[in-house]
């Protein structure tokens, strides 16, 4: 299947920093990447969608200027938290469509990158 | 608006048991509906899916039907064995034939541990 790749995999840092997680389509391009949250034990929680040349799409709730979202080409989204604090402690993880998903039978299939688990100090 | 239920674990069997981990959807239209697994300190992984009514999904042995009238993907294996032991997640997308994206949305998510 297609390869979503994620970096760094594991980030600490202290309080006050920003961090950037990268999010790459490895063998295809995608135009929308997706950023889901995990927190321990609950499951994951889509913050965003990320639009290849436009801005992403936030979900309720979650603070845009906090999470800042491009995704400059087809084959890369980044997520930068912006100023974080011990609670955006979490494990962020992306997945990408393949562009292709509206032709032929595929059925939207998404697949995710391995996760990044920041730890906020 | 959509959801998904899935059982609560964790859910603890010995090697060789039988494992059923049930999901419930509730959706409008026809979703694809799908199950994840997420190993100790990895990302989710596809583990199996299906389209549309009565389909059944297959992978490693795991076996799901997409059962529209009871609103059900339950996941099913003969034998779990040891490496078997992940969080497994149920989740549903639907498709878009405009273009517009569309999303994931999962259940909670059920943690097999499984015993030697």
């Known amino acids: 299947g297609a390869v979503v790749s994620q970096h760094p995999s594991r980030v600490i840092c202290k309080s006050g920093t920003s961090v950037k997680i990268e999010c790459r389509s490895l063998?295809?391009?995608?135009?929308?990447m997706f950023w889901y949250r995990q927190f321990p034990k609950q499951s994951l929680m889509l913050m965003a969608t990320?639009?290849?040349?436009?801005?992403?799409?936030?979900e309720q709730g979650v603070e845009k200027d906090k999470f800042l979202i491009n995704h400059a080409s087809l084959t890369l989204s980044t997520l930068t938290v912006t100023s974080a604090h011990p609670e955006d402690s979490s494990f962020y993880i992306c997945?990408?469509?393949?562009?292709?998903?509206?032709?032929?039978?595929?059925?939207?299939?998404?697949?995710f990158g391995e996760g990044s688990r920041l730890t906020v100090l | 608006g959509d959801s998904v239920t899935q059982m609560e674990g964790p859910v603890t069997l010995s090697e060789e048991a039988f494992l059923t981990i049930n999901c419930t959807y509730t959706?409008?239209?026809?979703?694809?509906l799908f199950w994840y697994v997420q190993y100790p300190g990895e990302g989710l992984q596809l583990l199996l899916k299906?389209?549309?009514?009565?389909d059944k999904g297959s992978n490693k042995g795991f076996e799901a039907t997409y059962r529209k009238e009871t609103t059900s993907f339950h996941l099913e294996k003969g034998s779990v064995q040891v490496s078997d032991s992940a969080v497994y997640f149920c989740?549903?997308?639907?498709?878009?034939?405009?273009?517009?994206?569309?999303?994931?949305?999962f259940g909670t998510g059920t943690l097999l541990a499984v015993q030697p």
């Open positions: 990320s639009n290849e040349g436009s801005k992403a799409t936030y």
């Open positions: 063998d295809f391009q995608a135009t929308t």
């Open positions: 959706a409008t239209g026809y979703p694809s």
């Open positions: 997945s990408a469509r393949d562009q292709n998903w509206t032709s032929g039978s595929r059925t939207g299939e998404l697949f």
């Open positions: 299906a389209t549309k009514a009565d």
């Open positions: 989740a549903l997308t639907k498709v878009n034939y405009g273009g517009a994206t569309n999303k994931l949305i």
